[in-house]
């Protein structure tokens, strides 16, 4: 067995150490139905690999989380050194962290953002979509919230100088804040263009008092509403079209200011 093992005389095979693999392994790593085990020799002569619950597995019951994996089934295994190499964005020794991603200019959330678990994403108050409560409703991993320790996000970044041209104090649901960050995408890659009261129609566009964040399309039982005085963002003021690359508005005719929000009869 290759210096790794000892030969079972009743069953006729190997039975390898710890780390490394044949059908007898005692699943610590990965487990006989997994197909890994296929492609192993079965004399303890190849290392095995670190294994966590694979991302693209199905659940194993209607209230059970999903199946373990080799290197949780985000890389492959290094068979002579017992090391998974990691798919692109996965970290970890068994690949078991779907970290956040990585900006064009090759830093993390772009350099606008900072990466948290996605249960501390529901914690955060000025996380998207925003919601009142910030209660963990992650608790056990081993039937839906799985993930919980395992996946990271994007809390995207908003300066104070974007919410001054905002007239904002912050983000959320209280009184005085804006329903909408700075930045934002996956990457935190993209800008918000400054927010303005339509100045073509006689209602105020920005009031959010009573109104849930406008990304949401799931029950939003326990999310809250904005509060008296809560702004909503309402891009260019509805009188342009907004470049997220730059943050800059572009007015249509008859329209001009930083968020379009002035009516110039003389603008062409």
Request: net charge negative; proline share 3%; glycine share 14%.
């Amino acid at each position: 067995c290759n210096g790794h093992g000892y030969r079972d005389m009743c069953l006729g095979a190997c039975r390898c150490h710890r780390g490394y693999g044949n059908a007898t392994e005692d699943g610590s790593y990965i487990t006989s139905d997994d197909p890994a085990f296929a492609n192993l020799r079965g004399d303890c002569s190849e290392r095995v690999c670190p294994g966590g619950v694979a991302f693209g597995s199905v659940p194993t019951a209607s209230a059970s989380a999903k199946v373990l994996k080799e290197c949780s089934g985000n890389g492959r295994c290094d068979r002579s050194t017992g090391r998974c190499r990691c798919f692109s964005n996965f970290r970890g020794q068994a690949c078991e962290f779907l970290m956040c991603p990585v900006g064009s200019n090759r830093e993390v959330c772009s350099g606008h953002g900072q990466c948290k678990r996605i249960r501390q994403l529901a914690q955060d108050p000025s996380a998207l979509p925003l919601g009142s409560s910030t209660a963990d409703l992650y608790t056990d991993e081993s039937t839906a919230s799985w993930d919980f320790r395992s996946v990271y996000g994007c809390v995207c970044d908003t300066s104070s100088e974007w919410l001054a041209l905002n007239g904002a104090s912050g983000v959320g649901l209280a009184s005085g804040q804006v329903q909408e960050v700075e930045w934002y995408g996956a990457d935190c890659s993209q800008k918000h263009c400054p927010s303005g009261d339509d100045p073509g129609t006689s209602a105020d566009e920005q009031d959010c008092a009573g109104v849930k964040y406008s990304g949401l399309s799931h029950d939003t039982t326990n999310l809250g509403a904005g509060a008296a005085g809560n702004r909503c963002h309402v891009e260019c003021s509805n009188r342009g079209t907004c470049d997220p690359t730059t943050g800059m508005c572009a007015c249509f005719a008859g329209y001009r200011g930083i968020n379009c929000g002035i009516i110039d009869a003389l603008a062409t």
